[in-house]
């Protein structure tokens, strides 16, 4: 499987797959399964400068083809992580992509501020789908000028390449793609969860909100890839309701220069060194040298 | 800990709307706890979820769950013949603490009989055993640890004592009561905080199987908390650092 191999922001990962923030825990978790080095990069469940508690339940709903999720970025803050988890990382010699959100821009910044180069942190992803507590509660990433205004002063903190991770609720995702390159975004990442609800009629409530994800997101997000990658010229991170292989090589030959892999890990949680191996094999039985040959070649 | 191919080799309803699903396993699923869970794929492209069961029985090649149909999820699965294949991902959770100088009391109510049930083997005639259902009709639901002598209650008062189960137990306590008594509890949350409210004053060691609503099962997702008296991380997983919790220091 060395035919895996990408070059990210100078780095060499191992193959072009990762887990959707969140959906992997803080990666220990499935190690009795397989080692987190499987993955080209593991990313980290969104970190904050200081532990949120998260939601009461229910965080977790079914819907149809695809789950609602309310977790509330419960996490024990970027200092915790790094004490308690990254040297497992370091012992393993794993890469990873620390995802990291606040609600006022000071929190990106303190938070941005806590993470120190090194040679494993290939890039820091920053969740833009949060509420602006400043701001009568807008996401920062549903305006453009919100967009760059943030993206440039987290650059202006932090040497780590950043990648910023969208909200598919917008007007136009490529208006907000552009401005965050303008900004100086290293990558984007395309796309976060949708806003969702479910009714329960038995109660006449609604048990939930939250970011829908699984297979019922994917052709949005294979759009949202598309669109950008024509856009920008910055790397494409792809995620969105992949459940194969088969779902992998759609997000490459939209645009995609790596994926993430979140909601198929709960249905099987073998899934992503299924689509690792899924890869090599279409590149051998294509004959391709590499995957970035057929990254963005779908034409319409 | 493995996801194992499974077939089912029966799926039969034991009294309104209780089944016992039998397994067979294409390997050994290995050293099963009492109060381990395993997180099944129900066949068919119903439903979207894994969905976490308690391990009712098991041995070498097969694996027994009891369930109550309560949702999607449960309402297919009790329409799956035999000879289905899916997979079962398990065992999965904490444990009960079970020591061996111990007093031991186990209470459940209605399908919380199946968290308890390999406890209630394992613990065999040590166990004092309480249980609560609707009515004599699911008395079906005890039928196999009969003779561990336990107790029962039933709402409408068709056989044994009529009331809750915690109303029962609350007139058989005290002579049980000693410093090294141990209590077992799985049912609903209106039994959980009875209990909880009998044991106030001395503040019983008891340990209790809770259920949430679950994606992942291996603490991967967060979605199956439940509150806990810690302030600094209140919210614990249900099935990581439970399902088994102490109940002094979980929040009802």
Excluded at chain 2, 183 to 205: F, N, Q, W
Aim: aromatic fraction near 8%; hydrophobic fraction near 40%; glycine fraction near 10%.
């Amino acid at each position: 499987m060395e035919n895996l191999a990408i070059k990210l922001f100078g780095k060499t990962l191992r193959n072009p797959v990762m887990n959707a923030s969140g959906t992997l825990g803080y990666g220990k978790e499935i190690e009795p399964l397989w080692g987190i080095e499987t993955l080209g990069a593991y990313v980290t469940k969104g970190l904050s400068a200081k532990p949120h508690h998260g939601n009461p339940t229910p965080r977790v709903w079914e819907e149809g083809n695809g789950m609602i999720n309310s977790i509330g970025l419960q996490n024990i803050g970027v200092e915790r992580f790094f004490d308690e988890y990254f040297p497992y990382f370091k012992k393993r010699n794993a890469h990873i992509i620390v995802n990291f959100f606040g609600f006022t821009e000071e929190e990106y910044f303190a938070c941005a501020e806590k993470i120190r180069p090194d040679p494993l942190i290939v890039a820091l992803e920053m969740n833009l789908s949060c509420p602006n507590i400043k701001m009568g509660g807008i996401s920062f990433g549903k305006e453009p000028n919100m967009v760059f205004e943030i993206v440039k002063h987290v650059k202006a903190i932090t040497n780590i390449p950043l990648i910023i991770k969208l909200t598919p609720e917008v007007k136009n995702i490529v208006d907000v793609a552009r401005a965050a390159c303008e900004g100086g975004a290293n990558g984007l990442t395309l796309i976060n969860t949708m806003p969702a609800a479910v009714v329960d009629i038995k109660s006449r409530c609604i048990p939930l909100k939250g970011g829908l994800s699984g297979p019922i997101l994917k052709p949005i997000a294979l759009r949202a890839v598309h669109e950008c990658s024509k856009a920008v010229s910055v790397p494409i991170v792809g995620v969105g309701g992949i459940m194969n292989t088969e779902d992998a090589l759609s997000f490459f030959m939209a645009g995609a220069s790596a994926i993430q892999i979140g909601t198929a890990t709960f249905l099987d949680p073998y899934v992503i060194p299924k689509i690792i191996r899924g890869i090599s094999r279409y590149i051998d039985e294509h004959k391709l040298s590499r995957i970035d040959d057929v990254v963005g070649i779908a034409r319409e | 800990m493995d996801d194992i191919e499974a077939t089912i080799l029966k799926n039969r309803n034991i009294v309104s709307d209780y089944y016992l699903l039998k397994l067979r396993l294409s390997k050994p699923i290995g050293k099963v706890l009492p109060g381990q869970f395993v997180m099944l794929k129900v066949p068919g492209n119903e439903v979207f979820l894994r969905r976490p069961f308690s391990v009712y029985d098991h041995d070498k090649n097969s694996l027994t769950l009891m369930y109550r149909v309560v949702g999607k999820g449960t309402r297919v699965l009790s329409n799956i013949k035999k000879n289905e294949r899916t997979l079962v991902l398990g065992p999965l959770g904490n444990a009960f603490n079970v020591k061996r100088a111990d007093k031991h009391i186990v209470v459940a109510g209605g399908i919380g009989i199946a968290g308890v049930h390999t406890l209630i083997k394992k613990l065999g005639k040590k166990a004092h055993i309480f249980f609560g259902c609707n009515t004599r009709e699911e008395l079906p639901l005890i039928a196999d640890i009969l003779e561990f002598n336990p107790m029962v209650a039933t709402l409408d008062g068709s056989i044994g004592f009529a009331g809750n189960v915690i109303e029962l137990l609350q007139g058989r306590i005290e002579p049980m009561m000693g410093k090294d008594t141990m209590i077992y509890a799985c049912g609903p949350d209106g039994m959980v905080k009875s209990l909880r409210k009998m044991l106030e004053k001395h503040r019983t060691p008891c340990q209790v199987l809770v259920e949430e609503r679950m994606a992942c099962g291996l603490g991967l997702c967060f979605g199956c908390v439940i509150r806990t008296t810690d302030d600094a991380e209140p919210y614990k997983r249900v099935c990581k650092e439970g399902p088994v919790f102490d109940l002094w220091k979980i929040s009802l």
